[in-house]
Nanobody
Framework: QVQLVESGGGLVQAGRSLRVSCAYSGSISPITYMAWFRQAPGKQRELVAG???????NYADSLKGRFTISRDNAKNTVDLQMDSLKPEDTAVYYCYATTLGYAYWGQGTQVTVSS
């Protein structure tokens, strides 16, 4: 019953910034945790960043401070700000959310970083 829709992906040159957004709707139970994952060609899906209902955040160690996750309760979105992008950041980025009873995935949005 939770729907997740990602937007904001696209093609960007290395060194530039991009913001992707996840809009959530349809939940009648509290969403306890939301996160961004990514999957690059030939690699496993990996956690990029997560944020709890209380506002706590966690990041993949490899991000080195380049990515920031945030919530906008007024818009019902969770955003991922990506700075100093590198070609190795190229991947499909997926939104993820959990309630007490289930987990949900968005359809993914493609981010391609070129030199």
């Amino acid at each position: 019953q939770v729907q997740l829709v990602e937007s904001g992906g696209g093609l960007v040159q290395a060194g530039r910034s991009l913001r992707v957004s996840c809009a959530y709707s349809g939940s009648i139970s509290p969403i306890t945790y939301m996160a961004w994952f990514r999957q690059a060609p030939g690699k496993q899906r990996e956690l990029v960043a997560g944020i709890t209902s209380g506002g706590g955040t966690n990041y993949a160690d490899s991000l080195k401070g380049r990515f920031t996750i945030s919530r906008d309760n007024a818009k019902n979105t969770v955003d991922l700000q990506m700075d100093s992008l590198k070609p190795e950041d190229t991947a499909v980025y997926y939104c993820y959310a959990t309630t007490l009873g289930y987990a949900y995935w968005g359809q993914g949005t493609q981010v391609t970083v070129s030199s």
